[in-house]
């Protein structure tokens, strides 16, 4: 078994446990407020699982970017959304998408989930690379991994292909990377 395929049944593993429940999420707003002023951006978003942290209620003054899926294609792409519930759709793994896709302005911030993360930005994702291809396409100002606080790891293998994060938000606070260690 790979390191990565190990270390996503030991997190996958803890999120069946519940871990995530026992986080408080009450400081989120007051560091994103103290991360920057997020009016009048473009923010790309996620739909969160319910173990995931979901952000969307805190960014109703920013342009909001969401992960589409493009039959097409095949791969997903950045979509406009109004924040309005009657434009949403589910997707083909069942998550809440943009019925349209509409032209997308610059990516100011985009806000990543994972199963987890270490301190210089490395992502684990799922496993089907569906990040890594999204974020392949953009150019994106400031990308910052989201996570409960058990999901910050000592170390995650990172690929030539996989992207790295500028930040980390957790329950705990915002973490800027360090590349160097």
């Not at 009048?40 to 739909?47: F, G, I, R, T």
């Not at 910052?144 to 030539?160: A, R, S, T, W």
């Amino acid at each position: 078994m790979t390191e990565k395929r190990a270390l996503r049944k030991l997190i996958r593993q803890q999120i069946a446990e519940g871990l995530w429940e026992n986080e408080d999420l009450s400081n989120i707003p007051q560091h994103l407020q103290d991360f920057a002023d997020f009016a009048s951006k473009s923010v790309a978003l996620y739909q969160a699982d319910p173990q995931e942290i979901s952000l969307i209620d805190f960014f109703v003054e920013s342009q909001i970017l969401l992960p589409r899926f493009s039959p097409e294609s095949k791969l997903y792409d950045f979509s406009l959304w109004s924040g309005e519930l009657n434009e949403l759709q589910k997707g083909p793994y069942d998550i809440l998408e943009p019925k349209l896709c509409r032209e997308l302005p610059a990516i100011d911030f985009c806000f990543i989930p994972a199963l987890a993360f270490d301190r210089r930005g490395n992502r684990l994702g799922r496993g089907g690379g569906f990040y890594d291809r999204l974020l392949a396409k953009y150019s994106i100002g400031v990308k910052v991994g989201v996570c409960y606080d058990f999901q910050l790891i000592g170390e995650v293998p990172k690929e030539d292909h996989d992207f790295t994060m500028d930040f980390i938000l957790s329950p705990s606070g915002l973490l800027k990377c360090d590349r160097k260690n």
